[in-house]
T-cell receptor, first 117, second 112 residues
Framework: GAVVSQHPSRVICKSGTSVKIECRSL??????MFWYRQFPKKSLMLMAT?????????EQGVEKDKFLINHASLTLSTLTVTSAHPEDSSFYIC?????????????FGPGTRLTVL | QKEVEQNSGPLSVPEGAIASLNCTYS??????FFWYRQYSGKSPELIMS????GDKEDGRFTAQLNKASQYVSLLIRDSQPSDSATYLC????????????FGKGMKLTVNP
């Protein structure tokens, strides 16, 4: 159990375009999902906490108008990188916590590698 | 600012040896502790979780937690080349948020 998927796995786009990344919990409902970004040889950086039915909570320094998050259902959260630029090129990873057990265990999706030309 | 510190490494061990990975954390009220493994180009994969002081064993992996010393470790016995990866320590926040704070990771190489 606790499977999280992401789509697409890889995307290449031109500068100025917007890119949408989907994160799905396949075998559980997730009221909370997390979006991370990871640059090469660096650790995970939490971008935002996605809350089902309400606004996302962004970490300090992350532009909410640049990285739009929508958590419209208990199994789907989307991250849209608007007007992407080369500096947005990174590995974007989502995670979700199954509701049972009262633990904070996060299960990660396989990630989306974004390259902006 | 809640922090999680891991030795920068990298760590290199011969096949069959014990690999020891260490982590300290600053939030004394943290209750949940995790070790993730991340292969190059892949996303993190949960290896172990630990919530109580002492040892927790799962196959070749043993997690050790000492809340008084704010220290958590991961031992890998009989290390295999397939264990070569970056290991991330993650700690929950005492504030009750579901967020985790991650260390920077330790790269482990197991040499055949």
């Amino acid at each position: 159990g606790a499977v999280v998927s992401q789509h697409p796995s890889r995307v290449i786009c031109k500068s100025g375009t917007s890119v949408k990344i989907e994160c799905r919990s396949l075998d559980f409902q997730a009221t909370t999902m997390f979006w991370y970004r990871q640059f090469p040889k660096k650790s995970l950086m939490l971008m935002a906490t996605s809350n089902e039915g309400s606004k996302a909570t962004y970490e300090q320094g992350v532009e909410k108008d640049k990285f739009l998050i929508n958590h419209a259902s208990l199994t789907l959260s989307t991250l849209t990188v608007t007007s992407a630029h080369p500096e947005d090129s990174s590995f974007y990873i989502c995670s979700a916590t199954p509701p049972s057990g009262g633990t904070d265990t996060q299960y990660f999706g396989p990630g989306t590698r974004l390259t902006v030309l | 600012q809640k922090e999680v510190e891991q030795n920068s490494g990298p760590l290199s061990v011969p096949e069959g040896a014990i690999a020891s990975l260490n982590c300290t954390y600053s939030d004394r009220g943290s209750q949940s502790f995790f070790w993730y493994r991340q292969y190059s180009g892949k996303s993190p994969e949960l290896i172990m979780s630990i919530y109580s002081n002492g040892d927790k064993e799962d196959g070749r992996f043993t997690a050790q937690l000492n809340k008084a010393s704010q220290y958590v470790s991961l031992l890998i016995r009989d290390s295999q080349p397939s264990d070569s990866a970056t290991y991330l320590c993650a700690v929950s926040l005492s504030s009750g948020s579901e967020k985790l704070v991650f260390g920077k990771g330790m790269k482990l190489t197991v040499n055949p």
